[in-house]
């Protein structure tokens, strides 16, 4: 069941109907970076450039050095900060079509079935931030975990399998019920909505692909609540 809705959530990336939403998220997701890396810069020259500047030795033998020495540093540490900016900016701005992304799954492979309800606006952009902030807690976690030997590539996984599968299922599971109900439906399912997550998780492991994760991760989710439904259908109709 995992495999068929990783399957499946794949292939839709790259369906003509999901194009639309796949460009408008890079599109944004890679105007929201210029913008953050001419922000970044401009902080750095405004504020950690004179005060490096101001704690050095500013004589003519060191004045040369100093100035590289600053320069490769700068580049370092905006490379740096881009790099670790990347997913929680994606999460960001993907989080606001996670529903156009369930659209597509639920009208392409599921159109016999009843199509869940699209959150609001103001849902859907609280919904966002959401994940902004589960990616941002995992990523840290999994940062500081990264200094105990043999244990930052699992906790890597555990912590971002379980953060993003919660998430995600519960996002797919809303569009069909309440808030409480999707958690007491994400609860019911605890295992096989982890064991997703930590598909998920090797997936935000994978280098530019990870920039797709939460559209991948979305449609995933879809097609797990659906599978899911319809086994526990199937089973409700032969006890019966």
Do not use: C
Not at 48 to 72: E, K, R, Y
């Amino acid at each position: 069941m995992i495999v068929l809705a990783a399957r499946l959530a794949f292939e839709n990336l790259f369906a003509p109907e999901t194009r639309k939403v796949f460009w408008k998220v890079l599109g944004l997701t890679f105007l929201a970076l210029v913008v953050l890396w001419f922000a970044l810069r401009g902080a750095f020259n405004s504020f950690v450039l004179p005060w490096l500047q101001g704690i050095m030795p500013s004589t003519a033998d060191w004045t040369g050095w100093l100035t590289l020495f600053l320069g490769i540093f700068a580049g370092i540490a905006l490379a740096l900060a881009m790099a670790l900016l990347i997913s929680p900016v994606t999460a960001l701005i993907a989080g606001l079509f996670l529903d156009d992304v369930a659209e597509v799954v639920e009208k392409r492979d599921y159109p016999s079935d009843v199509p869940g309800i699209a959150m609001p606006i103001a849902a859907a952009m609280k919904s966002s931030v959401r994940f902004l902030g589960v990616v941002i807690v995992g990523n840290i976690v999994a940062l500081l975990l990264l200094f105990i030997p043999g244990v930052n590539l699992v906790a890597f996984f555990l912590v971002n399998g379980y953060l993003l599968g919660r998430e995600f299922f519960e996002f797919a599971a809303m569009r069909f019920r309440s808030p409480d109900e999707a958690r007491e439906f994400r609860v019911k399912h605890a295992f096989t909505v982890f064991l997703a997550g930590l598909v998920i998780a090797a997936f935000l492991a994978i280098p530019l692909l990870n920039l797709l994760t939460p559209l991948f991760a979305a449609g995933m989710m879809v097609h797990l609540h659906k599978l899911i439904l319809h086994k526990e259908t199937s089973v409700q109709v032969r006890r019966s």
